[in-house]
DNA sequence: CGTCTATTTGAATGTACTCAAAAGCGGTGG
DNA sequence: CCACCGCTTTTGAGTACATTCAAATAGACG
């Protein structure tokens, strides 16, 4: 049940968990599931978990002072769902969290997250890669919103992630591109696809 | 000459570093001068390294397909000036890093970095902190250029970095928030400075 | 099938950009 | 100490990219 964490855990790594490093994962990650419109972290809730998913899909997002959704992530399989502002404080979650389809997370709170860390240094150092990659990866994506036009964030996203152009409706890309649901409407009625 | 960095680290741990640990930094950490202008790292660069600045300023940028610079941060003293995608692979920098005025790291190359991680699980601790914070901030500005107009970012940003304003020339500002300096100047002429 | 949501379409509008030029400012050398 | 040079900031006119709002159409779900 808990062999896609460790396996992906296992592979950000030189050498693969020992024993007692994949007990403390698998003692303390516990399967969940999600129904489509399920929310697993509304803004404003204070519990705050992690949680790798294994099958099925969430989007990340924050709503503006004008009411308005801004998508930031989409996690799916082998992805992590989490608010890390908030799962690191105490403070209420600025974010949300939906299932955009049926899914199943292994999921684990704050507390028992932080003894993962007190008691095995390999979770440092396999979080402190993802948190570079994902910090990598929105550098990234702060040059294209400041350097692409809404045609060419499209163009990119088609390219970097087919596998999700189908699956997300048009208007949640929308708002993880930075730009109208409509916009993209005439964007899609010019550029084949 | 180590002190800044020392303390530095140690903020960021729940205990303090040992002497071995201190050691293992103050080894591998050399004080390099740079002077206003003069480049840490250039885009096409192979050698990578990571310096945390004891005083001065960089800014680190890259150059669209257009020739435009977009300035993706700016490091003042106890911050460090890096491309990490480039330090933790081996292929050549996208950025480049320019002291803006005369300036001091504290610098460690690409294979003694690692000599760090791999013998001092606190290394990896720290900069898993430090990743997580970059990258929530990196999250968050994101939220703030698809939320905000270009007046509400120029507001956020004296707000949050008063001490950058009067430093860092306007045009450098507008790159980093994502706008034209000339509309940046029409903005500081409607709105007091 | 009927309802609810998602997508498309169009017209009017707005925010921010481009390009060109003038004005301001700072440093340097005579 | 002043004059010049280079760089930054300001200004303005014209334009472009993207948004808003409203309504029609298409699709998905039960």
Known sequence: MHAPLLKHINQFLLKPMDPAEEKAVTDRFALKAYRKRQYLLQAG???????????????????????????????????????MGSLYKEEPSEMNIEALEDSAVLQIERKAFYELYDNFP???????????????AAQKRLIRSHSFTAEERYADFIARYPHLVNRISD?????FLGMTPEFLSKLRRNFGK
Chains 1, 2 share one sequence.
């Open 122 to 136: 390999v979770f440092d150092r396999y979080f402190r890669i993802l948190a570079e990659n994902a910090y990598i």
């Open 45 to 83: 809730d204070s519990s705050s978990k992690n949680s790798f998913v294994v099958s099925g899909c969430f989007r990340v997002y924050v709503v503006d002072t004008n009411g308005k959704e801004h998508n930031l992530q989409f996690a799916v399989e082998n992805g992590w769902a989490l608010d």
């Open 171 to 175: 208007a949640k890309i929308a708002s």
